[in-house]
Structures are given as C-alpha cells and as structure tokens.
C-alpha cells in the first residue's frame, strides 16, 4: 500500500516533514510519499468561519465523537471563530491532486490541513472514494501535551487501517466501538478514552479479524509497527516515561542514524549539518566553545562529508565556514534545532542528558555538566 500525503497551506512545513519522518522511521511493506511542494490553497468561496459563542455550543458537534474536538479542558478561548470547510471541498482536493499527477486508484491520498471541517472530525476518508481522506492538524492540544505531529501520524495509520476494517457505506458509529477498549477503532468519546487508544496502539481481535480478510497480513504487521513505534514516542514525548535508566546513544555506522536503544531504539532525527556539530561534541566530552569552532573546522569538514550527499565539495565547506563563523548565529540555530529534536523525541527531562548545553559565553558539552 502507497500512501501520498499532500499538505494546505496553513499547515507549516516543519510539521509535515516532522509526521512523514515518524511515519518513516519504521520499515516496511507500506509506502509513504510526502510531498512539500502540494500545498494546497482555498478559495473564498471554499471557506466560511463558525461562530461558537462559548464552549459548551463548541462541543455539541453533530459529528460523531471517534474524532470530535470535544474537550473539558480545551485551549482554546471563546466566543471564536473556526475556519471551515466542508467535507466535499477536503476531499476535491485530494481528487484533484490524484488526477493532477496521477496517482494510480488503488493508493491513497490524505490531505493534513489546518483548515477545520463541517463535522469538526480530527479525520476521515471519503465514502464516494475511500482512497481519498483528510487529517485535522489543528487542535491536538486540547487533548494531549505532545507534539502535535505524533497523533497526526498516529491518524494517517488509523485512516489506513480504516480503510480496510469499515464499511465506507455504513455510519462509522455503527461499526466503532462506542466503549472504549483501547482499540485504533474506539469512539473515544471521553479525552481519557482518547489518551488511552494511542496509547496502547492496539487493533482488537475483532477488528483485525476484518483486518485480516481484506488487507495484506505484511502491510498489517508494518502498521503496527509504526503504530507501536509512536506510542513508544509519544509516552517519552508526554513525560510518562521519565522514571527509567539512561539510555547510550548509538550511532549506525552504516548511514550515521542516531538512535537511543534503551528508549525503545528511538532514532533522533537531524539533519547533516546538525549531526556534524553534535558529533563533533560527543568527540570532547570536556565541552568546547562555541569560539573554539574556527580551531575544529577541519575535524567538522571531515565528519560534514563523512554524512552529507548532497552539493560538491566546495558547497560542503562553505556551510562548515559559516557554522564555524563566530559572526554567524549558525551553530546557535543548529544547537537549538538539536534541543528540540531530542525534547520531541523522549521528553524535556530526559532530553536534557543528550543534547548540548551551555549559557552564553560558556562552554557547551552533550548532556548534563
């Protein structure tokens, strides 16, 4: 199975790349295609806004409550308005992308947009074609203290396995489970029920029964996986996993991945250049400042090139020559980006053994001084 994700304009580019990068890092019979460049726009006679007076007229939704922004602690302030679409302009876009590119019939196309929905559902596929489907990105902070790209991902899975458990004909409330059981097909019509679905990752006996007879036991297995893999992420990423050992930081010396494999071989993703720092710092454990960075210019340049493909040699060394730039705030904006990798990753508390720290002026070391 082929899964295209496209994007709306609203939805920022970190974000997207942050759910493709989750929904990757898992391997497997599935295929995930992100594409940056589909950023799609709405017209105005596409969108019109909602009033919602006060909560309580918020949460009266004539949706069904599976995906349903009803909350008892929601972030969000009232009265507001949401901008809305409805169902058929979501799934216009995605029938538009297929034929657009083309996208043979038999794959998927998911839009993830910021824009709300008639509904108000968090996601949902198309009865007329349920190859096409939509995930609500925004939200998700209503109901968990997460980066939100975890339970987007968590939805792109969700909607596959759907895919092949439902009936697109019938009502979803006929065949969901109004109990909540820990299953990927629960109603979750309490926020707690919601926690508690991703955070098992499970599918039932029942549903995978149906799961079984229609979808390819591979793909299953690899859905799963991805499923099980966020779980494990969003627990680090929520703090609920704060009370453990320590985890060793392994690099793969095949392709310079970075994993922690006491925390469930959770791979911490950066990019090149941000993975040449870091590994630079694991090197001193002594620590360096960040006016050191001239002296190691060729220790960096020989590590850049080690894990960088892309550009020539001559490209390559300028980024080194701008990072190493003591007038340049590119080592600054790299060791936050390396911050923020591993606190959505595994949590703040526990992040803050793993990447690097220093004040101002200070040396900086990986991890705890």
Known sequence: MTIHLIKSAELSAEVFTAVYDLLTAVDGTITIKCDPASVIDFSQEEIFSRFYEHEEAFSKMTAPPMYSLISSDSRRSFPTYVKTASWSTLF??????????????????????EVGNKY???????????????????????FLSCPKQFPIAYEVIALLLHRFSFDSQRPITE???????????????????????????????????KLKARMPMQDIIHALGIMDSLRVKMLYAQNFKQHVELSEVYIDPRNNKIYLPGFSNIEI????????????????????????????????TEIYELISHTGTRVEMRERIND???????????????????????????????YYIQGGNGERKRVGRG
Not at 335 to 348: D, L, Q, T, Y
């Open 175 to 209: 065949q969901a489970h109004a109990r909540a059981i820990g299953c990927v097909s629960d109603l979750c019509m309490e926020k707690k029920d919601i926690i508690l679905k991703m955070r098992t990752a499970d599918v039932c006996g029942d549903c995978m029964t």
């Open 120 to 142: 108000n559902w968090f996601a949902t596929l198309d009865k007329s074609n349920p190859n096409n489907g939509f995930v609500h990105t925004a939200d998700w902070d209503m």
């Open 92 to 113: 216009n876009k995605c029938e538009i992308y297929r034929n657009n590119n083309p996208i043979p019939e038999n794959e998927m196309v998911l839009m993830l947009t």
């Open 269 to 300: 993703k950066l990019r090149p250049l941000e993975k040449a720092l870091y590994f630079l710092f694991m090197r001193y454990s002594n620590g360096l400042f960040l006016s050191d960075l001239p002296d190691h210019r060729d220790e960096l």
């Open 323 to 353: 990072l190493v730039n003591v007038l340049s705030n590119s080592a600054s904006e790299k060791i936050s980006r390396i911050k923020r990798a591993f606190e959505e990753a595994i949590g703040p508390d526990l992040a803050k053994h």
